[in-house]
C-alpha cells in the first residue's frame, strides 16, 4: 500500500503563473517532509522541507503548506519559469526513512 | 556538478557476475543511503549507514551486498542478481540524525543480462 501519493503524474503551467503540486499520505508517524526535483540524467536534488509542527515554509519562489489533519502537503511555485521543468518528488519521513511519491512532471511554457 | 559522486555511470553485467558500485561524498556527512529506483517509479530505500553502521536494511535480499568503509565511501557489491535488478541505484547522503534532507548522486544505470 502506497504511503505517499502524487496523484497528478503531470502538470503544465504557463511561464509567470502559479505552479501547485500536490502529495497525499497515509502514516501518522511521518514527521517531516520534502520536495525533491529531478531533472532528465540527474540524482533528485533537495528543493524544500517542512516539519510536522508547522503548516507552511517559504524559500523564496517555493512555498511548502502542510494540513496535517488532511495529510496533506502540497507546493507552490511563483512566478513559475521554465527552468523549473522537472519532475518532482515528494517525500515523507520518520526515523531516517524516506517514502517517496511517484513523481509529478513539471512543464513551464515560455 | 553533484557533491556526491557514483561510478560507473553505467554497469551491464550477466547473472553470474560480480560487480560492486561506489559512491563518494565529501561533505562529513555521517549518514549514507542506497536507493533502487525503476523506471517511472520514486526511490525505493535499500540500506541506511550511520555513523559507518548498517542501521537500516529493508530486507533487501543478499545479492545485494552493502560496505561502508569509511565515513566517505559506500559500495554496494553485486552477485547472482536477477533480471528484474536491473533499475538505477541512487546513493545519497545526510548529515546524521533524522529528519535530514538527503543529497544525492547521479545514480548507476544497471542492466542485468
Known amino acids: 500500500d502506497q504511503q505517499v501519493k502524487q496523484n497528478s503524474p503531470s502538470l503544465s503551467v504557463q511561464e509567470g503563473r502559479i505552479s501547485i503540486l500536490n502529495c497525499d499520505y497515509t502514516?501518522?508517524?511521518?514527521?517531516?517532509f520534502l520536495w525533491y526535483k529531478k531533472y532528465p540524467a540527474e540524482g533528485p536534488t533537495f528543493l524544500i522541507s517542512?516539519?510536522?509542527?508547522?503548516d507552511k515554509n517559504e524559500d523564496g519562489r517555493f512555498t511548502v503548506f502542510l494540513n496535517k489533519s488532511a495529510k496533506h502537503l502540497s507546493l507552490h511555485i511563483v512566478p513559475s519559469q521554465p527552468g523549473d521543468s522537472a519532475v518532482y518528488f515528494c517525500?515523507?519521513?520518520?526515523?531516517?526513512?524516506?517514502?517517496f511519491g511517484d513523481g509529478t512532471t513539471l512543464t513551464v511554457k515560455p | 556538478d553533484t557533491e556526491v559522486t557514483q561510478t560507473p555511470k553505467h554497469l551491464v553485467m550477466g547473472m553470474t557476475n560480480k560487480k560492486s558500485l561506489k559512491c563518494e561524498q565529501h561533505?562529513?556527512?555521517?549518514?549514507m543511503y542506497w536507493y533502487k529506483q525503476k523506471a517511472k517509479k520514486p526511490p525505493e530505500l535499500m540500506f541506511v549507514?550511520?555513523?559507518?553502521?548498517?542501521?537500516i536494511n529493508e530486507s533487501v535480499p543478499s545479492r545485494f551486498s552493502p560496505e561502508c568503509p569509511n565515513s566517505s565511501l559506500l559500495n554496494l557489491h553485486l552477485h547472482a542478481l536477477q533480471p528484474e535488478d536491473s533499475a538505477l541505484y541512487l546513493c545519497?547522503?545526510?548529515?546524521?540524525?533524522?529528519?535530514?534532507?538527503?543529497?544525492f548522486g547521479d545514480g548507476t544505470r544497471l542492466s542485468i543480462l
Open positions: 545519497a547522503s545526510s548529515t546524521s540524525g533524522s529528519n535530514q534532507p538527503q543529497h
Open positions: 502514516n501518522s508517524m511521518f514527521d517531516y
Open positions: 517542512i516539519s510536522s509542527i508547522k
Open positions: 517525500a515523507a519521513s520518520a526515523a531516517s526513512k524516506s517514502t
Open positions: 561533505m562529513g556527512h555521517r549518514a
Open positions: 549507514y550511520s555513523y559507518e553502521k548498517l542501521s
